[in-house]
């Protein structure tokens, strides 16, 4: 993350602008802090990667589901591509493509105002969904890419695909989903896979997302439902509540979108997961 990019954050607190003090490489951050210039609070900077969590609001689950995907992160991609196949009959690969649609990458254009173009993955994990992106995106588009994780184990495995991936970089952070460190409308598009079922509060992240996203812009979730509408074999439903163990019901949270919400479409990607796209108009 660089100096410039710092203007794009903001206090996860009270919204207000941040600025970087410590040590950069070149136009790097590399450690110090982010001081926000309204409420004074320090967030530390370590190894060029913001942490602008708080941990007081945590919840058990967050903190337990943080403390499974830090140890688990090395395994995450072997176990996704290997078990997908075997539990929902169909790749990993598959069942991504998917969902990038409803994203509508192909229709981004340079926007009239000047500003850059900007896509956030919240919960970006090992940054799996980076070639993906990629594939979707218009080639001469200038796009900058955010992703943000409250497991610091997963975005060590993200930092480690992005030194291999020839591409768009992408601005990596710590924070959490329930206060994102960004004013108003700042991106283009905006998705999450695989995590909000485990949210403290799903009303809320599902509202930060809708106030971080540019009017009409197509905000993408994912995460897991059991399929009501097929016929299931008895290891399936035991590997599915191994998976959702955190969660008592697991299902769409359409219900829990913004009164404001529009273009509202809730699917069944595969056995295992909904997708729900939905957009929110300006004021």
């Not at 060029?48 to 007081?56: F, I, K, S």
């Not at 591409?167 to 952070?173: E, I, K, S, T, V």
Request: net charge positive; hydrophobic share 40%; charged share 25%.
């Amino acid at each position: 993350m660089t100096l410039a990019d710092v203007g794009v954050l903001a206090c996860p607190g009270c919204r207000g602008r941040v600025q970087f003090l410590g040590g950069c490489y070149g136009h790097d951050i590399r450690r110090g802090r982010l001081r926000c210039e309204v409420c004074g609070r320090g967030w530390p900077v370590r190894d060029g990667l913001p942490r602008l969590v708080d941990d007081a609001p945590l919840g058990e689950l967050e903190r337990l589901m943080r403390m499974v995907y830090d140890g688990f992160a090395p395994l995450h991609d072997p176990s996704a591509r290997w078990l997908m196949p075997l539990l929902q009959r169909v790749s990993e690969a598959r069942a991504r493509d998917r969902y990038m649609p409803r994203l509508d990458l192909g229709s981004l254009r340079p926007r009239d105002d000047g500003q850059p173009l900007r896509l956030l993955e919240i919960g970006v994990g090992t940054g799996a969904n980076l070639p993906l992106l990629e594939r979707h995106l218009p080639k001469d588009l200038d796009v900058e890419l955010w992703g943000l994780d409250l497991s610091r184990g997963m975005l060590d495995q993200c930092r480690q695909r992005l030194s291999r991936h020839v591409g768009r970089p992408m601005r990596l952070l710590l924070a959490d989903a329930h206060a994102l460190p960004f004013r108003d409308a700042t991106f283009d598009r905006v998705f999450h896979v695989g995590g909000i079922g485990a949210y403290r509060d799903p009303r809320l992240g599902l509202a930060e997302m809708a106030r971080v996203a540019r009017a009409e812009t197509p905000i993408v979730v994912v995460d897991e439902q059991f399929d009501p509408g097929r016929a299931h074999c008895m290891p399936q439903r035991l590997a599915f509540r191994v998976l959702t163990f955190y969660d008592p019901d697991p299902s769409s949270p359409v219900r829990l979108l913004p009164e404001k919400a529009t273009q509202i479409v809730d699917t069944q990607l595969t056995d295992f997961y909904y997708c729900l796209s939905f957009q929110v108009p300006g004021t």
